[in-house]
């Protein structure tokens, strides 16, 4: 059996042999047996075009591959220039921000003429989610003293200067109830007002009005500024805008919840008002 598998064998590849070389005779033009050829390539022709779509098909597949690499790239490229689009219009918003304060404080450097503003950070506060005393990174070097007003760039009253040292300040705000503050209802036929800090209120972010008038009419929706007695706020900022009124057991004896034109919980930078008076007794004192 084994004899007669390598004959097989011996037969078959003396069968190759000869169609080989009568294929390359014949693949001649002027080969007298070019007939033969045509008898061997017939049947092979389908075998060819097999291996033909298989080699398309490969050649479709590896460029396929190759599309699909260089799309990956160019999305990674793309995702990264987003990125940096991204940080240049967070940049572009923050300065147009800052742009706006700035208008802002020229328009409240205008408003108070007599007053030197400084702009300040806030660099810390007490335990709770309202600032109501915090502090402040300018101090005694910068000319700051006691009882100086506090106000935001939007020309909100934010409170007082409680205690200074040399780098930093403390600011007890509006809604700490140790404040107190006389207020003016802006409206025709308006009255004055104090409006003082609660400590109930206080952790609502509101304040407390009350000591209106008689005659006055106190409605939802109207403003509360400074009245520009008691000599720390100067008249004309504004406190708020009546939230609430209620009524006590007497008619006659009214008060008001007021909500701060100034966000106590997301509260950044400020201005102190210095007295231009005050500032100048400070520096002939210090010369």
């Known amino acids: 059996m084994q004899r007669l598998f390598k004959n097989k064998l011996f037969l078959i590849s003396l069968v190759t042999i000869a169609t080989l070389i009568v294929m390359g005779v014949s693949a001649r033009q002027d080969s007298g047996i070019n007939?033969?050829?045509?008898?061997?390539?017939?049947?092979?022709?389908?075998?060819?075009?097999?291996?033909?779509?298989?080699?398309?098909?490969?050649?479709?597949?590896?460029?396929?591959?190759?599309?699909?690499?260089?799309?990956?790239?160019?999305?990674?490229?793309?995702?990264?220039?987003?990125?940096?689009?991204?940080?240049?219009?967070?940049?572009?918003?923050e300065y147009r921000e800052k742009i706006k304060v700035l208008k802002e404080?020229?328009?409240?450097?205008?408003?108070?003429?007599?007053?030197?503003?400084?702009?300040?950070?806030?660099?810390?506060?007490?335990?709770?989610?309202?600032?109501?005393?915090?502090?402040?990174?300018?101090?005694?070097?910068?000319?700051?003293?006691?009882?100086?007003?506090?106000?935001?760039?939007?020309?909100?009253?934010?409170?007082?200067?409680?205690?200074?040292d040399l780098t930093s300040s403390k600011v007890v705000s509006i809604i700490d109830e140790d404040s107190v503050v006389s207020g003016w209802i802006s409206k025709p036929q308006g009255g004055p007002v104090v409006v003082r800090g609660d400590l109930t209120l206080k952790e609502k972010g509101l304040c407390r009005m009350d000591t209106i008038p008689v005659d006055v009419d106190v409605a939802v929706n109207d403003v509360i500024e400074t009245s520009g007695l008691g000599g720390i706020y100067p008249k004309g900022i504004i406190i708020g805008k009546v939230k609430e009124v209620k009524k006590t057991n007497s008619e006659l004896n009214r008060y008001a919840i007021i909500e701060p034109a100034v966000d106590f919980k997301r509260l950044e930078e400020v201005f102190v008002l210095k007295h231009r008076n005050n500032v100048d007794e400070i520096g002939s004192a210090e010369r």
């Open 35 to 93: 007939w033969i050829n045509n008898i061997v390539s017939v049947p092979l022709t389908p075998v060819q075009k097999a291996f033909s779509f298989a080699s398309r098909r490969i050649d479709a597949a590896l460029t396929f591959f190759n599309d699909i690499k260089a799309i990956k790239q160019e999305n990674e490229e793309l995702k990264i220039k987003v990125k940096e689009l991204e940080k240049e219009r967070n940049d572009l918003l």
């Open 105 to 164: 404080a020229l328009n409240l450097k205008e408003q108070f003429e007599d007053y030197e503003l400084t702009g300040a950070n806030v660099i810390g506060k007490d335990q709770g989610n309202w600032f109501n005393i915090f502090k402040i990174d300018r101090g005694k070097k910068d000319g700051i003293a006691s009882d100086y007003a506090v106000v935001t760039a939007t020309k909100g009253l934010v409170g007082r200067i409680s205690t200074v």
